[in-house]
Protein backbone atom coordinates (compact mmCIF):
# COMPACT_ATOMS: atom_id res chain seq x y z
CA UNK A 1 0.00 0.00 0.00
CA UNK A 2 0.86 3.64 -0.84
CA UNK A 3 1.04 6.19 2.06
CA UNK A 4 1.06 10.12 1.93
CA UNK A 5 2.49 10.85 5.63
CA UNK A 6 2.88 14.05 7.43
CA UNK A 7 6.59 14.59 7.03
CA UNK A 8 6.78 15.88 10.68
CA UNK A 9 5.65 12.80 11.87
CA UNK A 10 7.95 10.97 10.24
CA UNK A 11 11.02 13.21 12.16
CA UNK A 12 11.57 15.93 9.48
CA UNK A 13 12.13 19.43 11.05
CA UNK A 14 8.95 20.63 8.98
CA UNK A 15 7.04 22.70 11.67
CA UNK A 16 6.33 25.75 12.33
CA UNK A 17 8.52 26.12 15.22
CA UNK A 18 11.35 24.22 12.83
CA UNK A 19 10.73 21.29 15.16
CA UNK A 20 9.02 17.89 14.50
CA UNK A 21 6.40 15.80 15.93
CA UNK A 22 7.87 11.98 15.29
CA UNK A 23 6.34 9.32 16.54
CA UNK A 24 9.17 7.17 16.79
CA UNK A 25 10.84 9.12 18.63
CA UNK A 26 8.68 10.38 20.95
CA UNK A 27 9.44 9.66 24.49
CA UNK A 28 5.35 10.10 25.47
CA UNK A 29 4.52 6.80 23.35
CA UNK A 30 5.21 3.32 24.23
CA UNK A 31 7.91 0.61 22.68
CA UNK A 32 4.55 -0.83 21.61
CA UNK A 33 3.03 1.75 19.84
CA UNK A 34 6.77 2.77 18.32
CA UNK A 35 6.78 -0.59 17.02
CA UNK A 36 3.19 -0.52 15.16
CA UNK A 37 4.26 3.02 13.29
CA UNK A 38 7.34 1.77 12.17
CA UNK A 39 5.52 -1.68 11.13
CA UNK A 40 3.22 0.37 9.13
CA UNK A 41 6.25 2.70 7.61
CA UNK A 42 8.67 -0.30 6.55
CA UNK A 43 5.22 -2.50 5.29
CA UNK A 44 4.43 -0.06 2.81
CA UNK A 45 6.07 2.31 0.50
CA UNK A 46 5.58 6.05 2.22
CA UNK A 47 5.74 9.45 0.52
CA UNK A 48 6.22 12.33 2.75
CA UNK A 49 4.42 16.03 2.50
CA UNK A 50 4.34 19.34 4.32
CA UNK A 51 1.92 21.09 2.42
CA UNK A 52 2.85 24.38 4.23
CA UNK A 53 6.47 23.65 3.06
CA UNK A 54 5.40 22.86 -0.37
CA UNK A 55 3.32 25.77 -0.74
CA UNK A 56 6.51 28.29 0.03
CA UNK A 57 6.06 28.39 3.26
CA UNK A 58 9.68 28.41 5.79
CA UNK A 59 10.91 26.50 8.01
CA UNK A 60 10.18 28.54 10.91
CA UNK A 61 7.40 29.97 9.99
CA UNK A 62 4.52 31.72 12.26
CA UNK A 63 1.79 29.81 13.50
CA UNK A 64 -1.37 30.03 11.14
CA UNK A 65 -4.82 29.13 11.89
CA UNK A 66 -7.96 28.52 9.56
CA UNK A 67 -10.34 32.01 9.93
CA UNK A 68 -12.79 30.92 7.23
CA UNK A 69 -13.70 27.51 6.21
CA UNK A 70 -15.68 28.08 3.47
CA UNK A 71 -15.08 29.77 0.15
CA UNK A 72 -13.56 32.49 0.09
CA UNK A 73 -11.27 30.63 2.32
CA UNK A 74 -9.22 32.55 4.57
CA UNK A 75 -5.81 31.36 6.72
CA UNK A 76 -4.03 34.07 8.13
CA UNK A 77 -0.68 34.24 10.25
CA UNK A 78 -0.21 35.18 14.25
CA UNK A 79 1.07 38.40 12.16
CA UNK A 80 -2.13 38.63 10.43
CA UNK A 81 -0.18 38.15 7.21
CA UNK A 82 -2.60 36.20 4.82
CA UNK A 83 -1.14 32.78 3.63
CA UNK A 84 -4.51 31.56 2.16
CA UNK A 85 -2.27 30.88 -1.54
CA UNK A 86 0.57 28.72 0.26
CA UNK A 87 -1.81 26.35 1.93
CA UNK A 88 -3.74 25.89 -1.35
CA UNK A 89 -1.14 25.08 -3.13
CA UNK A 90 0.26 22.75 -0.83
CA UNK A 91 -3.06 20.91 -1.03
CA UNK A 92 -2.97 21.06 -4.41
CA UNK A 93 0.32 19.44 -4.62
CA UNK A 94 -0.26 16.67 -2.15
CA UNK A 95 -3.47 16.38 -4.04
CA UNK A 96 -1.08 15.66 -7.18
CA UNK A 97 1.45 13.29 -5.64
CA UNK A 98 -2.07 11.13 -4.52
CA UNK A 99 -3.18 11.10 -7.77
CA UNK A 100 0.36 10.71 -9.83
CA UNK A 101 1.16 7.70 -7.48
CA UNK A 102 -2.88 6.27 -7.17
CA UNK A 103 -2.19 6.67 -3.28
CA UNK A 104 -5.49 5.64 -0.98
CA UNK A 105 -4.24 6.74 2.27
CA UNK A 106 -3.20 9.34 4.25
CA UNK A 107 -1.35 9.62 7.80
CA UNK A 108 -1.53 13.39 8.78
CA UNK A 109 -0.39 15.24 11.87
CA UNK A 110 -3.58 15.97 14.14
CA UNK A 111 -4.73 20.01 14.63
CA UNK A 112 -2.68 21.33 11.62
CA UNK A 113 -4.96 23.84 9.49
CA UNK A 114 -3.36 22.20 6.45
CA UNK A 115 -3.19 17.92 7.70
CA UNK A 116 -6.19 17.86 10.84
CA UNK A 117 -8.79 15.47 9.77
CA UNK A 118 -10.93 16.13 12.63
CA UNK A 119 -10.83 19.29 14.60
CA UNK A 120 -7.92 22.22 13.71
CA UNK A 121 -7.62 25.76 15.95
CA UNK A 122 -10.62 27.99 16.04
CA UNK A 123 -8.54 31.05 13.53
CA UNK A 124 -8.63 33.08 16.88
CA UNK A 125 -4.92 32.17 18.53
CA UNK A 126 -6.74 31.22 21.73
CA UNK A 127 -5.65 26.91 21.41
CA UNK A 128 -9.43 26.57 21.18
CA UNK A 129 -10.37 23.73 18.43
CA UNK A 130 -13.58 23.47 16.59
CA UNK A 131 -14.92 20.66 14.12
CA UNK A 132 -13.26 21.26 10.95
CA UNK A 133 -10.81 19.81 8.96
CA UNK A 134 -7.20 21.16 7.19
CA UNK A 135 -7.34 22.25 3.94
CA UNK A 136 -5.09 19.21 2.91
CA UNK A 137 -7.48 16.94 4.34
CA UNK A 138 -10.44 18.66 2.99
CA UNK A 139 -9.04 18.60 -0.47
CA UNK A 140 -7.98 15.19 -0.35
CA UNK A 141 -11.26 13.96 0.89
CA UNK A 142 -13.82 15.77 -1.55
CA UNK A 143 -15.50 13.32 -4.08
CA UNK A 144 -13.45 14.05 -7.75
CA UNK A 145 -16.05 12.41 -9.03
CA UNK A 146 -17.11 9.32 -10.58
CA UNK A 147 -13.35 8.10 -11.83
CA UNK A 148 -12.62 8.84 -8.38
CA UNK A 149 -10.47 6.38 -5.87
CA UNK A 150 -11.04 5.46 -2.57
CA UNK A 151 -9.29 7.90 -0.50
CA UNK A 152 -8.74 7.27 4.00
CA UNK A 153 -7.24 10.14 5.61
CA UNK A 154 -5.41 9.34 9.27
CA UNK A 155 -4.97 11.82 11.92
CA UNK A 156 -2.43 11.38 14.82
CA UNK A 157 -5.00 13.19 17.28
CA UNK A 158 -3.85 14.34 20.80
CA UNK A 159 -5.57 10.83 22.20
CA UNK A 160 -6.22 8.97 19.30
CA UNK A 161 -5.62 8.16 16.26
CA UNK A 162 -8.61 8.19 13.99
CA UNK A 163 -9.36 7.56 10.61
CA UNK A 164 -12.21 8.69 8.72
CA UNK A 165 -12.67 7.11 5.07
CA UNK A 166 -14.35 8.80 1.74
CA UNK A 167 -14.85 6.06 -0.61
CA UNK A 168 -15.96 7.85 -3.81
CA UNK A 169 -16.03 5.51 -6.86
CA UNK A 170 -19.25 4.22 -6.78
CA UNK A 171 -19.15 4.71 -2.89
CA UNK A 172 -18.49 1.28 -2.73
CA UNK A 173 -17.58 -0.47 0.57
CA UNK A 174 -13.89 -0.68 1.92
CA UNK A 175 -14.04 -4.17 3.33
CA UNK A 176 -11.07 -4.61 5.51
CA UNK A 177 -8.29 -3.12 6.96
CA UNK A 178 -5.57 -4.63 8.74
CA UNK A 179 -2.12 -2.97 10.35
CA UNK A 180 -0.95 -5.90 12.25
CA UNK A 181 -2.51 -5.31 15.77
CA UNK A 182 -5.06 -3.18 14.39
CA UNK A 183 -7.97 -4.37 12.11
CA UNK A 184 -11.22 -3.09 11.84
CA UNK A 185 -14.26 -2.89 9.05
CA UNK A 186 -15.27 -0.09 7.66
CA UNK A 187 -18.35 0.37 5.21
CA UNK A 188 -20.01 3.07 3.91
CA UNK A 189 -23.63 3.51 3.78
CA UNK A 190 -25.23 6.43 1.67
CA UNK A 191 -22.48 7.98 1.02
CA UNK A 192 -21.59 9.50 4.34
CA UNK A 193 -17.86 8.62 5.65
CA UNK A 194 -17.21 5.66 7.80
CA UNK A 195 -15.08 5.71 10.99
CA UNK A 196 -12.21 3.51 12.87
CA UNK A 197 -11.21 4.18 16.00
CA UNK A 198 -7.56 3.02 16.83
CA UNK A 199 -7.61 3.97 20.50
CA UNK A 200 -6.79 0.81 21.28
CA UNK A 201 -3.45 0.14 19.39
CA UNK A 202 -1.89 4.11 20.11
CA UNK A 203 -3.88 4.82 23.35
CA UNK A 204 -3.20 8.06 24.83
CA UNK A 205 -0.06 9.31 23.86
CA UNK A 206 0.79 13.26 23.28
CA UNK A 207 -0.51 16.52 22.69
CA UNK A 208 0.73 18.50 20.31
Request: aromatic letters at 8%; a neutral charge; one cysteine or more.
Amino acid sequence: MRILVSSCLLGEDTRYDGLNSSIALNPKFRFSQKELFMDIMCENEIFSICPEVAGGLGIPRNKAEIKSHNKPFMVIDEKENDVTINFLIGAKKALDICLENSIKVALFKSKSPSCGNIEVYDGTFSKKLVLEKGLTARLLEFPLGASGSALMVTSCVGTTVSTVTRVVSGWHSLARLSWNRCSSSVSHMGGFPGSIDLTSAFGPAFNT
